[in-house]
């Protein structure tokens, strides 16, 4: 049953957090500032995406450089982004979620371009992360309004409470390269939750949250959003699995002709 969530602020945020996996907040920052987070991110674009390697950015057409889909650690490329990741309100809240101090550690961009931008399979951050243990929140800004149509996000509620991780392999999507093999049970489609908002809507989720989003169907309009990743101070990261992962990865996209 697919069910659309009421995006509103939390009296008790951490309780909220802490039952259904994930806090929702509409706006989190009023017109202004979001207008200037967007100048800030075309600026970003035509300044420092040609100073980024080829594992931070990717294109849904690799010969398009308009058809930016993805880009990663844009705090290390640009003063305004680490800003934000590090002194907002955005850190606030993760560590009202976690329940302790956080580590930023990541800055993204997501988008689907209109017409092209592709599923986002169904996976859990966490996975993908190689940390002990699995604390960790994953912000989510929509930088304009998103519903069914562009490719919204949609949670499974309170699935950041089992045990470990549900089984994940390679999914074939640029910027997405695990997703889990055994989505669809009845317990997912039961506890789905859809989350289309207004620009400004922010989505902070469980690093065990399971989540995904649809395909832009639209001809017309893009679906840009920021993320905001940050990791627990108590975690340790397994850094040897997580270089050994990535080189992997940029292996495999390199021989696949996607970087």
């Known amino acids: 049953m697919l069910h659309s969530a009421t995006l509103s602020d939390a009296s008790d945020p951490k309780i909220r957090f802490d039952e259904d996996g994930y806090l929702t907040v509409e706006p989190l920052f009023d017109a202004a500032k979001m207008a200037e987070i967007n100048v800030e991110l075309d600026r970003f674009i035509s300044e420092r995406v040609s100073e980024m390697g080829s594992s931070e950015v990717y294109y849904e057409d690799i010969d398009d450089s308009t058809s930016i889909k993805q880009m990663m650690n844009m705090h290390d490329h640009d003063p305004y982004f680490d800003d934000l990741l590090q002194n907002s309100v955005i850190r606030t809240m993760a560590e009202t979620a976690l329940g302790e101090a956080v580590k930023g550690v990541n800055v993204e961009y997501f988008n689907k371009p209109p017409g092209i931008g592709k599923a986002t399979p169904a996976h859990q951050d966490g996975y ?9 929140v994953t912000g ?5 309004d998103v519903d069914h149509e562009n490719g919204c996000l949609h949670y499974v509620q309170g699935s950041h409470k089992a045990e470990g991780f549900r089984p994940h392999a390679r999914s074939n999507v640029l910027g997405f390269s695990q997703g889990m093999t055994d989505f669809g049970t009845d317990y997912d489609k039961e506890n789905t939750v859809a989350l289309p908002g207004h620009a400004g809507t922010f989505l902070m989720h469980d690093c065990k949250t399971i989540h995904w989003a649809g395909m832009n169907r639209s001809k017309t309009r893009s679906r840009r959003a920021l993320g905001f ?9 397994d850094k040897e699995a997580r270089a050994a992962y990535q080189a992997k990865l940029d292996k495999d996209l390199s021989a696949d002709n996607k970087i």
């Open 128 to 136: 993908f992360f190689h940390i002990k243990p699995s604390k960790a």
């Open 140 to 144: 989510w800004l929509a930088l304009e």
């Open 229 to 237: 990743i940050y990791f627990a101070k108590s975690v340790e990261v």
